[in-house]
């Protein structure tokens, strides 16, 4: 029991360590202050930084922003 404690508090202080270092990063990237960092999901971090990879999607074409904007007005409806 003494050793599962141990890797317990191991393992907080491994989070701990490497969260600082991840909003050390964003806040240099990003520019974002600690309640931005802590405000967000791990999924939005992810959508952001690989923001430059959007470069290879084709753009929106006319259609589908037609179909975008009808859904959401419907959405918006009920």
């Known amino acids: ?14 989070f701990s360590a490497n969260a600082q270092k991840l909003y050390g990063q964003i806040a240099l990237l990003l520019g974002w202050r600690p309640a931005e960092f802590w405000d967000s999901t791990p999924h939005e971090i992810g959508t952001i930084l690989s923001a430059n990879d959007a470069q290879n999607i084709a753009p929106v074409d006319r259609e589908a922003l037609d179909h975008l904007i009808l859904n959401d ?3 918006s409806e009920n």
Not at 1 to 14: F, H, I, K, T
């Open 1 to 14: 029991m003494v050793s599962s404690q141990a890797g317990l508090e191991d393992s907080e202080r491994n």
């Open 73 to 75: 007005q419907n959405e």
